[in-house]
């Protein structure tokens, strides 16, 4: 069974920044791609992709401020997100996406707040 597991949570002021971290393991097969997802109430939101080639994609609302790396670990990704906002504030999941079966599998989720 894939695990997913994320880290790096917290309560910053605006303006701060925070590094996520995400490690998957367990996968019979490669992972195609990780995703780093948030939650809000009433809405959710694909943050940032990376795939297994390296390329990467943003959320377009999110102005270059975050930014999506694989660690050197295999299957671990980070989120760097600088210069905060309180409409940053929400659940953070991080997704692994299996490269044959298409299957994805989610954290638990981070809790990240962004006070003003």
């Known amino acids: 069974q894939v695990q997913v597991v994320e880290s790096g949570g917290g309560l910053v002021q605006t303006g701060g920044s925070l590094r996520l971290s995400c490690a998957a393991s367990g996968s019979r097969f490669s992972i195609h791609r990780m995703e780093w997802y948030r939650q809000a109430p009433g809405k959710r939101e694909l943050v940032a992709s990376i795939k297994n080639d390296g390329s990467t994609n943003y959320a377009d609302s999110l102005g270059g401020r975050f930014t999506i790396s694989r660690g050197n670990a295999k299957d671990t990704v980070y989120l760097q997100m600088n210069s905060l906002k309180p409409e940053d504030t929400g659940v953070y999941y991080c997704?692994?996406?299996?490269?044959?079966?298409?299957?994805?599998?989610w954290g638990q989720g981070t809790q990240v707040t962004v006070s003003s």
């Open positions: 997704a692994a996406i299996e490269d044959v079966t298409g299957e994805g599998y």
